[in-house]
């Protein structure tokens, strides 16, 4: 992104955009099969984006279809991995040149930051592809050891199709995340987006095919979770499904499996990730710093937010002085303005939910701060932040997960107690860990039950180490090499020679 670019250019460039509205099937663009529809709305300023393509059971029917013939007949699946290695690559290529596009996608349909989009998401998303793309020619196989006569040999296979639903808060990357590995195995790959932000997803599908995917490797079907991603959970042709969001759904996600064909559910799910400060840290400024960060980053709509702060009672006063103070800062406003820190939730309907838990919180808790309802707001979808000190840790803002900027603060004497309150939870995503001893970070990390424990830092994120949880977080990992643990099968082939 230029660095002179302003919100109006911003502006004007979203005024120009064409959004895809089919679906992406076999290697075409087509239309729902009576014409269905449906409007995404950008949760900023109210207005229909487009009309989108508003796919049922038929549709994913032809999908599945279209990835198991691409997958059976080898067009991708028996590929060279130095050929799918070119591919992809190509396809990161497209991601990049078409980055403006695609940010402005997130952007608009999702009320994601421009600042964020064009420096995180799109590069993210670019990185993750040319890092499996790479992999793919130095994954290798084992040999086992046996006795006199006898070859074990161990490689792994990709699995067939793999059904891929993804979540609105992180529309294009988090969809990457998912085909960018499962097409480096050599699998196909019907990918559902939210019915909320679809379509950048229908953008990468076309890019795709430019790149060189054969046709019917990668299908997009954007619907209705509870219709369009039943009907991928309980096709019986889908040998893989991997899902991101809430816990609710990834539970239906496994019932479809058992329903059908016990198909592999790999789940990244809720969390209420714990912030921890000990009260050996000496620089708060910068602890408040990564306190605000690690809630009110994508409105707080982020599946590892660190969404409850557990503070020693030594700094809390002070920490929190400061927490509140920068917190203010955080005012929701426009996304396509370079400048600003917070932009509106997903949607009004998502928006209405956090308001609710924003007022239980104000009967059950003690207001800090407390600037969700924002005054004069251009769409209901606009929520400022919130921080509640919870004497009572089984208040609801403490426990359940609010995906909006609110953060819960509860008190601990010793790191003993802050261990217990921050593992006081169904969740296991995420966890940070302020301390100045390094034999205390080392001690207590592991105590932690969460799937990454980010040291004076939060929310460390790499495509190189694993994302995932624990509990009702899920269980799989996206990311890293582990990621293809989800897409390949373990296949021997022994071989008696003597």
């Given at each position: 992104m230029p660095p002179t670019r302003s919100g109006q250019d911003w502006s004007a460039l979203a005024d120009g955009?064409?959004?895809?509205?089919?679906?992406?099937?076999?290697?075409?663009?087509?239309?729902?099969?009576?014409?269905?529809t449906r409007p995404t709305v950008s949760p900023a300023s109210g207005k229909t984006l487009a009309d989108v393509a508003d796919c049922g059971p038929r549709e994913v029917d032809a999908a599945v279809a279209a990835a198991r013939r691409a997958f059976d007949d080898g067009r991708w699946s028996r590929q060279a991995p130095a050929v799918r290695r070119r591919v992809l690559l190509a396809l990161a290529d497209?991601?990049?040149?078409?980055?403006?596009?695609?940010?402005?996608?997130?952007?608009?349909?999702?009320?994601?930051?421009?600042?964020?989009?064009?420096?995180v998401d799109v590069p993210g998303s670019v990185a993750v592809l040319r890092w499996y793309a790479e992999a793919v020619d130095k994954t290798y196989g084992e040999i086992a050891p046996t006795g006199p006569g006898d070859l074990a040999l161990?490689?792994?296979?990709?699995?067939?199709?793999?059904?891929?639903?993804?979540?609105?808060n992180f529309p294009l990357e988090i969809a990457v995340w998912k085909i960018a590995p499962a097409l480096a195995a050599g699998n196909s790959v019907v990918l559902k987006p939210s019915?909320?932000?679809?379509?950048?997803?229908l953008l990468l599908a076309e890019l795709g095919a430019e790149a060189g995917l054969p046709d019917g490797v990668l299908n997009v079907v954007p619907g209705d979770g509870p219709v369009t991603g039943r009907a991928l959970g309980e096709h019986p042709d889908v040998d893989v499904l991997a899902f991101t969001g809430s816990t609710a759904v990834g539970k239906l996600f496994l019932e479809y499996a058992g329903r059908s064909n016990m198909k592999q559910v790999w789940l990244e799910c809720g969390g209420k990730s714990a912030n921890?400060?000990?009260?050996?840290?000496?620089?708060?400024?910068?602890?408040?710093?990564?306190?605000?960060?690690?809630?009110?980053?994508?409105?707080?709509?982020?599946?590892?937010?660190?969404?409850?702060?557990?503070?020693?009672?030594?700094?809390k006063d002070d920490l929190l002085a400061r927490v509140?103070?920068?917190?203010?800062?955080?005012?929701?406003?426009?996304?396509?303005?370079?400048?600003?820190?917070?932009?509106?939730?997903?949607?009004?309907?998502?928006?209405?939910?956090?308001?609710?838990?924003?007022?239980?919180?104000?009967?059950?808790?003690?207001?800090?701060?407390?600037l969700a309802d924002v005054p004069d707001r251009v769409t209901d979808a606009f929520v400022g932040p919130s921080i509640f000190d919870c004497p009572d840790p089984s208040a609801a803002i403490a426990t359940e997960e609010v995906f909006g900027p609110a953060l819960a603060v509860l008190t601990a004497d010793d790191e003993d107690d802050a261990v217990r309150i921050a593992?006081?939870?169904?969740?296991?995503?995420?966890?940070?860990?302020?301390?100045?001893?390094?034999?205390?970070?080392?001690?207590?990390?592991?105590?932690?039950?969460a799937g990454t424990v980010s040291v004076n830092t939060v929310d460390a994120l790499n495509l190189t180490t694993p994302f995932g949880g624990f509990g009702r977080s899920g269980f799989g990992r996206d990311l890293s090499l582990h990621a293809l643990d989800k897409f390949t099968g373990l296949k021997t082939t022994w071989i008696r020679h003597s």
């Open positions: 955009l064409s959004p895809r509205t089919h679906a992406f099937i076999g290697g075409r663009s087509v239309v729902a099969g009576d014409g269905r497209l991601v990049e040149r078409d980055r403006d596009e695609l940010a402005l996608l997130d952007s608009l349909d999702a009320g994601k930051l421009i600042a964020d989009t064009t420096a161990v490689r792994r296979e990709a699995l067939g199709v793999v059904g891929a639903v993804v979540p609105w019915e909320e932000s679809p379509l950048s997803a921890i400060v000990l009260d050996d840290v000496g620089d708060l400024d910068a602890v408040a710093d990564g306190v605000c960060a690690g809630i009110f980053t994508n409105a707080g709509q982020v599946c590892s937010a660190n969404s409850r702060l557990v503070v020693h009672r030594a700094v509140v103070e920068r917190a203010r800062e955080w005012a929701p406003g426009d996304p396509l303005d370079p400048g600003t820190r917070m932009g509106p939730l997903v949607s009004a309907a998502h928006a209405d939910r956090v308001r609710e838990h924003v007022a239980r919180a104000r009967r059950e808790a003690t207001p800090l701060l407390d593992n006081a939870t169904a969740y296991g995503l995420a966890a940070s860990l302020w301390t100045d001893g390094l034999a205390r970070a080392h001690r207590l990390a592991p105590r932690l039950r």
